[in-house]
Nanobody, 120 residues
Framework: QAQQVESGGGLVQPGGSLILSCLAP????????MGWYRQAPGKERELVAG???????QYSDFVKGRFTISRDGPKSTVYLQMNSLQPDDTGVYYC??????????????WGQGTQVTVSS
């Protein structure tokens, strides 16, 4: 059963911004890289951004320069700052522990995610 909890999604106009949060248990957050993933309607879930326990980040090409991933150790929280949002960014956003090189998901269970809708 997934233990991470995503929040912060909503409806935003094109060009707008959102900040997503992922609260993960300390035994997961402290040991592992973390990733944000999204699933658009009718598409497979894909990596958006990842961050290692040491703070190294990786972004998918479609969000480079627009999104920023960060992590707060004391709060066991991973953030995704999303700027210049576009309709193609619409989807359900999930976080998960990740493998530190490929950022493929480490665990097979997923939380409920948080819905992001970009529309005018």
């Amino acid at each position: 059963q997934a233990q991470q909890v995503e929040s912060g999604g909503g409806l935003v106009q094109p060009g707008g911004s959102l900040i997503l949060s992922c609260l993960a248990p300390g035994n997961i957050f402290g040991r592992h890289a973390m990733g944000w993933y999204r699933q658009a309607p009718g598409k497979e879930r894909e990596l958006v951004a990842g961050i290692t326990a040491e703070g190294r980040t990786q972004y998918s090409d479609f969000v480079k320069g627009r999104f920023t991933i960060s992590r707060d150790g004391p709060k066991s929280t991973v953030y995704l700052q999303m700027n210049s949002l576009q309709p193609d960014d619409t989807g359900v956003y999930y976080c998960n522990a990740a493998r530190p090189v490929s950022f493929t998901p480490l665990f097979g269970s997923w939380g409920q995610g948080t819905q992001v809708t970009v529309s005018s």
